[in-house]
Structure formats: structure tokens, C-alpha cells
């Protein structure tokens, strides 16, 4: 009984009357009836889980589907957004629009900033009214471009004792902050809603904010690829490119935010 | 106080800051950009502290303070720009009171931090490693007085009237 269990752990010294080639006899017959005993039975659901769940973790594997839609949703809105700054800059947007178009879509600015919710964020005294959406909107400002800081002074050599894809966790807090500020933003604008939308650098910082998010889909998708092995290391200069355009979007987003106040 | 402010306010400074309105409007955005980069170097090295991320070595992730401290210098100089050009509408105010407050906390903290050698400590740690008890209340309370200092900044116009 003692001779079998000390087989079973391998150590070559525990059983000193045995032969060596009794012994190995004696682990193929082990190893046989482990074999048979796997080939009959199923392991557990739970062992099985478990050792799929293993194997998955070892083998990363990155499917760019999500990122294929981020990237393309927020790229489509910049364009459209800049494409309209522009025409309205040359002044052609009266000619191209329709009265009726025009009129519809001033009445519901209108409407937006009238219904009771829209109200309550001007009228309410209270701190967690307008000034309260304010501060969640900076909040997730220092957020959202702090972490994206964070990752681009990394990918443009800064904090190199990390690895490049080290910094590549901090997307989920990138996108945290970026949840936190469409929200608040969108019942700031609510709130304001027939004067923002007349406003050309709020239509800018829209498209700002929109090349800025492209951009940072396209830098975790390109740490992704070379987090699972489809795209080689050595790229480190595309993505200085990337990190350098992203900060200075990020910067220009900001200006054309916080001029918003100022300007108009 | 009061006399202080007055005479701030009488300063050839504090002209050139509410004169020309570009300089203030300048300095809000380089504000906001400081504020960006203090918060994200400084929470990146707070969340490696709490385990919220730790993928990286934590003497990789201090590299990245100097950049806060950058970013905090900026702060500095453009909220002095702001003080001096309107000194009478902070030294009043509740919540520019409770900004410097907790600016002084989150200075004792990092002060804490260095002095009682925690700081030390964590810098050896490697990837995957999980820091200490004492690093991880010093990075919450981080994280929670800077969040404070940009409440408090945010209230400004709100609670006591600046702008």
C-alpha cells in the first residue's frame, strides 16, 4: 500500500526493495489504468470548465469586431461633424437645408429644453443639479484624457521600464471616463440645448472628442494585436505617431471645451 | 485678508490677467490640461498601488510622476494667474477654501508617503505583485483628495460666486 502510494508521487528513493524495472512496470500498469479509467469516464463538468477556461487564457485570442465598429462609428460622426463646420463656415447650410428641415430641427432643441428633466438641471439649487453634472463631466474629463496621457507618454518612450502593452489595462478607466462624460454631456447639452447646437466650437469639440475616441480604439486594438502575437513588436514608432496625434487632439478637444464659455 | 486681496488686485499683474481677456480664457485651458495630466500620471500610480491594474513594475509606473508634477507646476502657475487677477472673489469663497484645503491634504499625503519609506517599499515590486496595506490607504486617499480638489475647483462659481 505504502510501495504503491510512493510510485504514484514519483520519488525514486521511497521504495528501495523494488527494481528499477519492476518499477517501471509498475507505472505503466498506473498509467494504464488511468487511461482506461479517463477513456470510460467523463471528468467532471467542473474539471472539464476549468481546464478549457486554462487553456483559453494561455492562448490569447483577439477578435478586432468591437473595436472594427468603434473605430468606424466615431471616424463616420467626425467627418460629418467636420463636413458641416466647414459648409456652415462658407455659409452654404441656409441654401442646402430646407426651411422645413431647419424649422424641425429648431423646434426640437426647443422641445429638449423644455421637458422637465432639461428644467430641473437649470432650476434645481441643489449640488447635485446642474453644477453637479458639471463636476462629473470634469471629473471624467481628468479621467478620460489623464489615463489616455498616461498611455501616450508610455507609448512615446516616456516610463520605459514598463513594456508597451503593460499600459494597455488602463483602457477600461479610458472608456469609464469617456461612459461618464457622454452621459453628463448629454444632459449639459439638454440643459442648453438650442445654444449649443448653434455654436460652431461645440460642433468642434464634438468632432474633437470623436477623432480623439477613434484614435484611442485604434491604439488598444494595435495593443491588443500585439498583446495575442498577430502583429509583430517591432512598431513602435506607428505607435509614437498614434500617441503624439492622440495628445494633441485631446489638448485641442479641451481648448475648444472649455472656449465654449468664452467665446460665444 | 480683505486688505491682502486689495492690494493684490492693485498690482500691474492682476491688470495684464483681467484686461485682456485671452489671458484668462488661455489660462482656464491650460488649467483644465494640467488637471488631466496631474490626475492621470498620479491615478495611474495609485491604481497599480490598489491592484486595480498591475501589469506593470511600480518603479515603471513612477516614471510617469514626473509628468503630474508637470502638470501640477502648470496648475500652480496658471491658479496663480487666476488669484492674482480676481483675488476678491476667492479669499470669501467656501469652496476655494475647501480647494486649498485639500490641495494641502493630498501635498501632506505624497509628503507621508515619501517620509514614512512606503514609497521605498513598493518601487521594488514586479508585475502581478500586490503592494502593501500602508501603500494601498495612501493611493485611496490619493485618489480621493484630488477628486476633492477637482470638486471643490468645479464649485467655484457654484457655492461662492467666482467665475
Same mark, same amino acid.
Given at each position: 500500500?505504502?510501495?504503491?502510494?510512493?510510485?504514484?508521487?514519483?520519488?525514486?528513493?521511497?521504495?528501495?526493495?523494488?527494481?528499477?524495472?519492476?518499477?517501471?512496470?509498475?507505472?505503466?500498469?498506473?498509467?494504464?489504468?488511468?487511461?482506461?479509467?479517463?477513456?470510460?469516464?467523463?471528468?467532471?463538468?467542473?474539471?472539464?470548465?476549468?481546464?478549457?477556461?486554462?487553456?483559453?487564457?494561455?492562448?490569447?485570442?483577439?477578435?478586432?469586431?468591437?473595436?472594427?465598429?468603434?473605430?468606424?462609428?466615431?471616424?463616420?460622426?467626425?467627418?460629418?461633424?467636420?463636413?458641416?463646420?466647414?459648409?456652415?463656415?462658407?455659409?452654404?447650410?441656409?441654401?442646402?437645408?430646407?426651411?422645413?428641415?431647419?424649422?424641425?430641427?429648431?423646434?426640437?432643441?426647443?422641445?429638449?429644453?423644455?421637458?422637465?428633466?432639461?428644467?430641473?438641471?437649470?432650476?434645481?439649487?441643489?449640488?447635485?443639479?446642474?453644477?453637479?453634472?458639471?463636476?462629473?463631466?470634469?471629473?471624467?474629463?481628468?479621467?478620460?484624457?489623464?489615463?489616455?496621457?498616461?498611455?501616450?507618454?508610455?507609448?512615446?518612450?516616456?516610463?520605459?521600464?514598463?513594456?508597451?502593452?503593460?499600459?494597455?489595462?488602463?483602457?477600461?478607466?479610458?472608456?469609464?471616463?469617456?461612459?461618464?462624460?457622454?452621459?453628463?454631456?448629454?444632459?449639459?447639452?439638454?440643459?442648453?440645448?438650442?445654444?449649443?447646437?448653434?455654436?460652431?466650437?461645440?460642433?468642434?469639440?464634438?468632432?474633437?472628442?470623436?477623432?480623439?475616441?477613434?484614435?484611442?480604439?485604434?491604439?488598444?486594438?494595435?495593443?491588443?494585436?500585439?498583446?495575442?502575437?498577430?502583429?509583430?513588436?517591432?512598431?513602435?514608432?506607428?505607435?509614437?505617431?498614434?500617441?503624439?496625434?492622440?495628445?494633441?487632439?485631446?489638448?485641442?478637444?479641451?481648448?475648444?471645451?472649455?472656449?465654449?464659455?468664452?467665446?460665444? | 485678508?480683505?486688505?491682502?486681496?486689495?492690494?493684490?488686485?492693485?498690482?500691474?499683474?492682476?491688470?495684464?490677467?483681467?484686461?485682456?481677456?485671452?489671458?484668462?480664457?488661455?489660462?482656464?485651458?491650460?488649467?483644465?490640461?494640467?488637471?488631466?495630466?496631474?490626475?492621470?500620471?498620479?491615478?495611474?500610480?495609485?491604481?497599480?498601488?490598489?491592484?486595480?491594474?498591475?501589469?506593470?513594475?511600480?518603479?515603471?509606473?513612477?516614471?510617469?510622476?514626473?509628468?503630474?508634477?508637470?502638470?501640477?507646476?502648470?496648475?500652480?502657475?496658471?491658479?496663480?494667474?487666476?488669484?492674482?487677477?480676481?483675488?476678491?472673489?476667492?479669499?470669501?469663497?467656501?469652496?476655494?477654501?475647501?480647494?486649498?484645503? +485639500?490641495?494641502?491634504?493630498?501635498?501632506?499625503?505624497?509628503? #507621508? &508617503?515619501?517620509? *514614512? @519609506? $512606503?514609497?521605498?517599499?513598493?518601487?521594488? /515590486?514586479?508585475?502581478?505583485?500586490?503592494?502593501? +496595506?500602508?501603500?494601498?490607504?495612501?493611493?485611496?486617499?490619493? #485618489? &480621493?483628495?484630488? *477628486? @476633492? $480638489?477637482?470638486?471643490?475647483?468645479?464649485? /467655484?462659481?457654484?457655492?461662492?460666486?467666482?467665475?
Amino acid at each position: 500500500m505504502t510501495d504503491s502510494h510512493m510510485s504514484l508521487t514519483g520519488s525514486p528513493h521511497s521504495s528501495p526493495s523494488h527494481e528499477p524495472a519492476a518499477r517501471d512496470a509498475f507505472d505503466q500498469a498506473i498509467d494504464d489504468s488511468i487511461r482506461r479509467y479517463f477513456m470510460r469516464h467523463d471528468p467532471p463538468a467542473r474539471v472539464y470548465a476549468r481546464v478549457l477556461e486554462a487553456t483559453r487564457a494561455a492562448t490569447p485570442r483577439y477578435d478586432g469586431t468591437l473595436f472594427f465598429w468603434l473605430i468606424g462609428a466615431s471616424s463616420t460622426v467626425a467627418a460629418m461633424l467636420l463636413v458641416n463646420l466647414v459648409r456652415q463656415l462658407l455659409g452654404v447650410t441656409a441654401a442646402q437645408v430646407s426651411a422645413d428641415t431647419a424649422a424641425r430641427g429648431a423646434l426640437f432643441l426647443v422641445w429638449l429644453s423644455n421637458t422637465e428633466f432639461a428644467r430641473w438641471i437649470n432650476e434645481s439649487e441643489s449640488v447635485i443639479g446642474y453644477s453637479g453634472i458639471l463636476f462629473l463631466h470634469t471629473f471624467g474629463l481628468a479621467i478620460v484624457v489623464g489615463f489616455s496621457t498616461a498611455i501616450d507618454l508610455r507609448l512615446i518612450g516616456a516610463a520605459s521600464r514598463m513594456s508597451m502593452t503593460a499600459v494597455r489595462p488602463l483602457f477600461r478607466y479610458v472608456w469609464f471616463g469617456f461612459f461618464v462624460n457622454a452621459l453628463s454631456g448629454a444632459m449639459l447639452f439638454a440643459a442648453d440645448a438650442p445654444r449649443k447646437a448653434e455654436n460652431p466650437l461645440f460642433e468642434l469639440k464634438l468632432a474633437l472628442v470623436a477623432i480623439g475616441v477613434a484614435l484611442m480604439a485604434v491604439i488598444q486594438h494595435r495593443l491588443l494585436q500585439v498583446e495575442s502575437g498577430v502583429a509583430r513588436r517591432d512598431s513602435e514608432s506607428g505607435f509614437r505617431n498614434l500617441a503624439i496625434a492622440s495628445l494633441l487632439i485631446w489638448v485641442a478637444a479641451i481648448a475648444a471645451g472649455r472656449l465654449i464659455a468664452y467665446a460665444f | 485678508m480683505h486688505a491682502f486681496a486689495v492690494w493684490v488686485k492693485s498690482t500691474d499683474l492682476s491688470w495684464v490677467v483681467t484686461h485682456y481677456s485671452w489671458v484668462w480664457a488661455t489660462c482656464e485651458v491650460l488649467h483644465f490640461i494640467g488637471m488631466s495630466v496631474l490626475f492621470g500620471c498620479i491615478g495611474a500610480l495609485d491604481l497599480r498601488m490598489l491592484g486595480w491594474w498591475k501589469s506593470s513594475p511600480v518603479a515603471g509606473v513612477n516614471a510617469l510622476v514626473r509628468w503630474g508634477v508637470l502638470g501640477f507646476a502648470i496648475n500652480v502657475v496658471t491658479g496663480f494667474l487666476f488669484f492674482v487677477g480676481e483675488p476678491l472673489q476667492y479669499v470669501d469663497n467656501p469652496a476655494f477654501l475647501f480647494k486649498m484645503l +485639500f490641495l494641502g491634504l493630498a501635498g501632506w499625503n505624497v509628503w #507621508l &508617503f515619501y517620509v *514614512t @519609506g $512606503v514609497a521605498d517599499q513598493v518601487e521594488s /515590486l514586479e508585475p502581478h505583485d500586490d503592494s502593501p +496595506f500602508s501603500a494601498k490607504v495612501f493611493a485611496a486617499t490619493s #485618489l &480621493f483628495l484630488w *477628486t @476633492g $480638489v477637482i470638486f471643490f475647483g468645479r464649485m /467655484l462659481p457654484y457655492i461662492g460666486g467666482s467665475f
